[in-house]
Nanobody
Framework: QVQLTESGGGSVPAGGSLRLSCVASDSSVSADCMGWFRQVPGKKREGVAWFDGRPSIADSVKGRFSTSKDLAKATLYLDMNNLKPEDSGMYYC??????????????????WGQGTQVTVSS
């Protein structure tokens, strides 16, 4: 059972930046497909970034968010810049135990972290 642990959330003013980290408990899966999703109460979980050997960014955050991975540390990062109030939400890290993601649908990701809260004030 892979455990994912997110950190780095917090409260920032609009225009600020945050870096989220997600550490996988099993380094053997560090090269597998991993992604970042966010959710606000009452809304569907939304994918924002994925990494499977190459990064992919959702159109909604392209140009402001980027993702990277440190295989040696089994850690996935999400760098968020020029944050907007609509970026607020709970951010989750997820893992799909395949090398290529081939999907950005949250239902295809088997392992999830507990989430880290991001709050952007206007």
């Amino acid at each position: 059972q892979v455990q994912l642990t997110e950190s780095g959330g917090g409260s920032v003013p609009a225009g600020g930046s945050l870096r989220l980290s997600c550490v996988a408990s099993d380094s053997s899966v560090s090269a597998d497909c991993m992604g970042w999703f966010r959710q606000v109460p009452g809304k569907k979980r939304e994918g924002v970034a994925w990494f499977d050997g190459r990064p992919s960014i959702a159109d909604s955050v392209k140009g402001r968010f980027s993702t990277s991975k440190d295989l040696a540390k089994a850690t996935l990062y999400l760098d968020m810049n020029n944050l907007k109030p609509e970026d607020s939400g709970m951010y989750y890290c997820a893992l799909r135990p395949t090398f290529w993601c081939n999907t950005h649908d949250s239902s295809d990701f088997q392992y999830w972290g507990q989430g880290t809260q991001v709050t952007v004030s206007s």
